[in-house]
């Protein structure tokens, strides 16, 4: 399969299209892997991440570690240093007040934009007007 860059997300896909990735997608991933699972590591996220979309996107230390520094600085997320499972010093992160609220909102836009494309990929020429 081929592998893509998506922003700074490395996708590997069956077609040979380069399909491109919404602003902020990564962060919406971030902040509800961090709503359904607590608090994580940076690398834990990214694991999850991984595997939560089939394998299909790749992240990275240069592309994951920069987005955690800015949801933290906006105070969607939170962090404390912790032992990781292999009892290794690790910044945990959590979701806030904050991060929770921007969740729902984004989770709305997020269905409500994939509602609207749905429309275009039903309708058929002989429902129109």
């Known amino acids: 399969m081929p592998l893509f860059l998506l922003g700074n997300l490395n ?3 069956p077609m040979k299209e ?3 990735v919404l602003q902020g ?3 919406l991933m971030v902040l509800k892997t961090l709503d359904v699972l607590g608090p ?3 690398y ?3 694991r999850r ?3 939560i979309s089939g394998d299909i996107l790749a992240l990275n230390q240069g592309t ?3 987005l955690l520094l800015k949801l933290e600085n906006e105070g969607s997320i939170a962090s404390q240093w912790g032992a990781s499972e292999n009892n290794r010093r690790a910044r945990f992160y959590r979701l806030t007040a904050t991060g929770r609220k921007q969740l729902q909102a984004e989770t709305r836009d997020w269905k409500q934009t994939a509602a609207i494309i749905a429309r275009f ?3 058929k020429a002989e429902d129109l007007p």
């Open 40 to 42: 994580q590591h940076g």
């Open 11 to 13: 996708v590997e896909l």
């Open 25 to 27: 997608t990564l962060a």
């Open 44 to 46: 834990g996220i990214a």
């Open 18 to 20: 380069k399909p491109d």
């Open 121 to 123: 990929f039903e309708v």
């Open 49 to 51: 991440i991984e595997q």
């Open 64 to 66: 994951l570690y920069p």
